[in-house]
């Protein structure tokens, strides 16, 4: 894997950075992508000199051909990044929130791989990033969780299409990243406790969990059309 190269968008932060920290120790070349240029600039930092970064905005349709010829061949895409918008209640939750929602997650990763598509090595892989919530039945995530799954739809039939290309997702559980620092501290630390008591393996995640799953999708070439729920058992307790 030592002459392959990575391209994260979303790689700035939380899964997608631990997944560049992972594949940059098997020896691959990593491009992290992300929106926010502080941010960017410390992930660039802390990977060291086997990174690349490149700003971008996964939304801004219209600048993600150029930006991919910039970076050049690559032989695999990880999609890591997501949107917290279309939580709550059936009943009471909005249609424009969950329209948001679907424009932030699903628009985007279906675009950004589009875009990449001409450039991307036809013996490597596109790695999806979804949620258990694509998946478990539970309450208040009605919205959130049709644009999961609606990811986690596109894998098959893309792996079936792009063939040799592999195309697979992770969908993730709740892990510990700053999608949650909208929450205050303390109400992080007990939403942190009270899932860590429901999961089976009685823990919440960390970033490493999800980049260790990402990982294997690309190592293995023999994984295509799959989607792997990394959620420590936590859509049993659902």
Known sequence: MSSQHAVIIGGSSGIGLASAQTLLASGMRVTVTGRDEIR???????????????????????TQPALFAEIGPLDHLVLAFGSRKGLGPFASISVAEVRQGFEEKLAPQFAVAQA????LNRNGSITFLAAVSAHAATPG???????NAAVAALVPILAAELKPLRVNGVSPGLIDTPFWDFLPEDQRSQV????????????IGCAEDVAQAIAFLIANTFMTGHVIVCDGGLRLAA
């Open 40 to 62: 960017l600039a410390e992930a660039k930092r802390a990977l060291g000199p086997g990174a690349g970064a490149f700003r971008m905005d996964a939304a801004d349709f219209q």
């Open 116 to 119: 990449a598509l001409p450039h």
């Open 192 to 203: 942190y406790a009270e899932y860590a008591e429901k999961t089976p393996v009685g823990r």
């Open 141 to 147: 995530t009605a919205g959130i969780g049709a644009q």
